[in-house]
């Protein structure tokens, strides 16, 4: 691949919007002794670049960029020049001919692009930016090229997107995740199932996407509040305030230069797991394996009726057996030990939610609201009632420790 210096600077300075600096138009165009005068800016960017980028050699991005660049050379047939702007992307300036057919000439040329690069084996989309006749302003061209490929987050690969101007947002807009369900997402946190939080985390950014399919911005601003969210809440748990927040500022910057929404969701559940074992050791490191597997299954059927035989059955462990151990390991019964992760999620719900105690107890899997009150009391020595009571009435949170394990 050979790099033709001239061209690189005329592009630089017609993308960047440095050219006022240096002169008139007509001056760069002699000084580099380039003729055309472009009016657009279609950026070609390769899909799944940064995956496909993980772990290969210096040789192989020499390739594909070659790919590309042979790709786009052959697929345009109006005057242009280019320039690699970022690795994987690359910016076409080009003159589309007569203003009136500017949009269909671009989009024709964008077909070629991606025909002709899919011929050599690289799939690419292509952003195209509006037209400017004015070359000192053909740098909102290149802006509008690349704001128009975000669409892409939602979407598939080997696809062409005009920039469109997006809509006023509202200025309170309502956000599409209730308050219940966000109580739902701590309480769940609050016991450390992290198979349980990664699962309505899932739901929830899956909610977020269908009410801002064409907003990937507002779509992004609300996930990243749902793990600012989370880690919240470790950090109300105890967690070491250093690491959490050391860790939540590599990986929300991370997540925001993530380009699919597939990866962005798995990035998002696979952090929500960290916090969870951030939160609370269980099931504790130094159990049994059997254990650990009866823990995490009284967790994942938390609002179900279980017998200990079912427990059981599900470890491959006679009822007796399983008990036995269990007991040996944890300190408590396995059925008391699921009444303490029912009683530990409910307290939660009674701190940040209005629902009612008969509507709390079945969130957390007691048929009986009597039986639950009656637990709760027996358990932390004051009923659910007087619980809520008492958190509304404080003026200053109890220690972290000490709210975070009343029951666990």
Partial sequence: MQLNPAQAVFSQLLLSGTLVHEGSFRDLQEACGISIHPRIVMVV??????????????????????RVSDGVREA???????????????????????????????????RRILRCCEDRGVRVSVGIGGCFDNPHLLHRSFKE???????????????????????????SPESPVTNMERAELAATLRIGDADGTCSLLGDLLEKLADAYRHDVDMFKSEAVELVVFLSRQVLESGANPAEILAEHARFIQDLFGTIRYDKFVRKVCEYAGKLCGMVQPHPPDDVSPVIRKAILYLKKHLREKISLEQLAQSCCL???????????????????????????????????????????????????????????????????????????????????????FLFL
């Fill in 318 to 404: 006679s009822a007796w057996h399983l008990s036995h151990r269990f007991k040996r390991e944890t300190g408590i019964p396995p059925m008391e030990f699921l009444n303490r992760l029912r009683l530990e999620k409910a307290a939660h719900f009674l701190e940040h939610t209005d629902c009612t105690i008969r509507e709390i107890a079945g969130l957390v899997g007691f048929e009986d609201p009597n039986y639950f009150s009656r637990t709760f009391k027996k358990m932390s020595g004051i009923t659910p009632s007087e619980y809520r009571k008492t958190k509304s009435c404080e003026s200053s949170p109890k220690s972290v420790s000490e709210r975070r």
């Fill in 76 to 110: 345009m047939t109006v005057p242009h020049t280019r320039m690699w702007v970022e690795e994987g992307v690359l910016a076409v300036l080009a003159d589309p001919g007569p203003r009136e057919r500017w949009r269909q000439t671009a989009d024709r040329l964008a």
């Fill in 45 to 66: 960017s390769v899909d799944l670049y940064p995956d496909l980028v993980d772990g290969k050699p210096i040789r192989w991005r020499k390739e594909i960029g070659q």
């Fill in 145 to 171: 090229a690349k704001e128009a490929m975000v669409d892409r987050f939602f979407q598939g690969t080997s696809l062409i997107f005009h920039y469109e101007p997006k809509q006023p947002r509202p200025e």
